[in-house]
């Protein structure tokens, strides 16, 4: 286990459903990330927040919507998605230094959209 | 900004032979190169890296080599194992205040015995 859990682990969902992706992290960091992983092609990243503000958004279409509450929890809401979408979302968290320092990521949630 | 290349995007070996996975990248600001290991229903995990102040780092059968004026790093693993196989991801800084990994598409690793 690397300290980063998320849930669920797979979401099927139609196109006009509205669902949410939930990520915790319990190593006291203060960065998170959300990735997507499609086959194919590289990890591409969708959101960066630090100390619970977002610093970057990678062009993701507002269908997406991502929520950080505190340093250790992280959502991704999801709603009018498209079958395109269907991929893994990883979540990843670090400890911002004055050196970059190892990104530790969840499982993924294996998302379907039908 | 930062753009990886990951070759190649598939590799065979023969247990106990070595592997080389080779990566190239743009942005001569970034100095921060991870290498992820990602098994089948896991998240990629950090399995060795190295910062643009060395040129090499060893952990015991994997190793890490970076060329810093031809921009390129790469992963040798030596007497691989069945259970090294996986796909393996390089990756590197971006250029924006190095707040975030730009990765490469990808090796898949098989191993066999």
């Known amino acids: 286990e690397t300290g980063v859990t998320q849930t669920p682990r797979h979401l099927v969902m139609g196109m006009t459903n509205k669902k949410s992706l939930k990520c915790e992290q319990h190593?006291?960091?203060?960065?998170m990330y959300w990735y997507k992983q499609s086959a194919k092609k590289p990890l591409e990243l969708m959101f960066v927040?630090?100390?619970?503000?977002?610093?970057e958004n990678n062009s993701v279409p507002s269908r997406f919507s991502p929520e950080c509450p505190n340093s250790s929890h992280l959502f991704l809401h999801l709603h009018t998605l498209q079958p395109e979408d269907s991929a893994l979302y990883l979540c990843?968290?670090?400890?911002?230094?004055?050196?970059?320092?190892?990104?530790?990521f969840g499982p993924g949630t294996r998302l379907t959209v039908l | 900004g930062e753009n990886v290349e990951q070759h190649p995007s598939t590799l065979s070996v023969q247990e106990g032979d070595s592997a080389v996975i080779k990566c190239t990248y743009s942005?001569?600001?970034?100095?921060?190169f991870p290498w992820y290991k990602q098994e089948l229903g896991k998240g990629p995990q950090l399995i060795i890296d190295?910062?643009?102040?060395?040129g090499e780092k060893k952990d015991q059968r994997i190793a890490v080599t970076l060329n810093k004026t031809a921009k390129h790093f790469s992963l040798h693993i030596t007497e691989t194992q069945p259970e090294d196989s996986a796909v393996y991801f390089c990756?590197?800084?971006?250029?924006?205040?190095?707040?975030?990994?730009?990765f490469g598409k990808g090796t898949t690793l098989s191993v066999s015995s």
């Open positions: 990756a590197a800084t971006s250029n924006q205040a190095g707040t975030a990994l730009i």
């Open positions: 190295i910062r643009s102040n060395v």
């Open positions: 927040y630090n100390f619970k503000e977002q610093t």
């Open positions: 942005d001569s600001a970034s100095n921060y």
């Open positions: 190593l006291g960091h203060n960065a």
């Open positions: 990843a968290s670090r400890q911002t230094g004055r050196s970059y320092n190892e990104q530790f």
